[in-house]
């Protein structure tokens, strides 16, 4: 019986929702496992498990280290786009955020179950464009959480990129003013600090751990 494959040519072709069915199952206990390869292969190109049985072995390996190779692809940051009869953007100004957009994108962006919420947060319908300036809805007015299930994991993984490597210079730019501060202090002044818990190295840690808790992955 010949089996109809399609498989995807980079992470435009795999949805959103797609990742996020497969990362329910991505567990330790299947890693390595031949179930988690025909999960990976019947999700992403879109198939029966039944089907995927009566693949051949050497072509299920071909395909699977051809799906690796697209999730090791590297992305940027895609600021608009269309979707769904719907032009996107990013949010313009992330350093004036509402507190509200803030409490939910730190909420929701560090699940994968949660990551079109956290995309409704990040992207939402363009108001108004002139050239590469535009205004985006305001939030809670835009609710696109069920649409952008389907989005192309190309946008998503950007985004998240670009939170990782705003999260890693905050980290290093925090480390370089420590450091800094670290250096005017006396002996004696560091001591007490550290004494006391309230020195420096307090702050290293906590912003250590602030990087995992992203769980911002491209396994």
């Not at 693949?55 to 390996?61: A, F, L």
Request: aromatic share 10%.
């Amino acid at each position: 019986m010949k089996v109809q494959i399609n498989v995807p040519d980079s992470l435009k072709d795999i949805t959103l929702d797609q990742y996020q069915r497969f990362e329910k199952i991505n567990t330790e206990e299947n890693k390595d496992s031949s179930f988690l390869l025909q999960k990976m292969i019947e999700i992403f190109c879109n198939l029966n498990l039944k089907d995927v049985a009566n693949i051949k072995y050497n072509s299920v390996q071909e395909i699977t280290n051809h799906l690796n190779k697209v999730f090791e692809a590297k992305t940027d940051l895609i600021t608009t786009f269309k979707f769904g009869g719907i032009e996107f953007g990013f949010i313009p100004e992330l350093d004036n955020i509402t507190l509200g957009e803030y409490i939910d994108l730190d909420t929701y962006l560090g699940e994968w179950d949660n990551m079109n919420k956290a995309m409704s947060v990040l992207y939402r319908p363009i108001t108004n464009k002139n050239k590469n300036r535009y205004t985006i809805e305001d939030y809670k007015e835009s609710d696109n959480t069920e649409l952008l299930k389907s989005m192309p994991l190309d946008i998503v993984m950007g985004s998240l990129v670009f939170f990782w490597n705003l999260n890693k210079e905050l980290l290093q730019t925090t480390l370089r003013y420590l450091n800094k501060e670290a250096k005017k202090m006396n002996m004696d002044q560091r001591l007490v600090l550290e004494e006391n818990g309230d020195g420096y190295p307090l702050y290293t840690v906590s912003h250590k751990k602030m990087l995992p808790n992203l769980k911002i992955s491209q396994n």
